[in-house]
């Protein structure tokens, strides 16, 4: 067209592969897990049999976003599972390390503190009791 300036193809290619990148990047940080942030429980739930954690363990409860260990003397800790660096819900425990999909972070889920970072808040603990053989943590807990 007369009059107009015309876009050169470097420009066109240039936008063309840098939007869907950004784009991507953007939703591979946020919360989201496929429908909704992820939270630590708001009231007390009950996470099963307390037999469930052996002395010097810990057991990751996806369904809920909450790890719960249990010390060598048997005390009862547990932490919210959501990721301090961007707020991530962590999916992954092998032994008591705890990991952040979305950038790596890493968490001790006996003492809740950051062991690799970019985290660098802990995790934030949560009220745990043993109720009758079953396990119940979180707020009112």
Do not use: W, Y
């Amino acid at each position: 067209m007369p009059g107009r300036p015309r876009a050169s193809r470097r420009t066109i290619l240039r936008t063309a592969a840098v939007t869907p990148v950004a784009g991507l990047g953007l939703a591979a940080c946020g919360p989201e897990g496929g429908g909704g942030a992820a939270s630590a429980p708001t009231a007390p739930v009950d996470l099963g049999a307390e037999s469930e954690i052996p002395k010097g363990g810990a057991k990751l409860f996806t369904d809920h976003n909450v790890v719960v260990s249990r010390s060598g003397d048997g005390a009862l800790k547990a932490f919210s599972t959501i990721c301090t660096h961007r707020g991530c819900a962590i999916t992954e425990l092998e032994g008591t390390t705890l990991t952040c999909p979305c950038h790596g972070s890493q968490f001790d889920a006996v003492t809740g503190r950051v062991v690799r970072s970019p985290a660098t808040v802990p995790l934030d603990t949560l009220p745990v009791h043993a109720d009758g053989g079953k396990i119940v943590a979180g707020p009112g807990a």
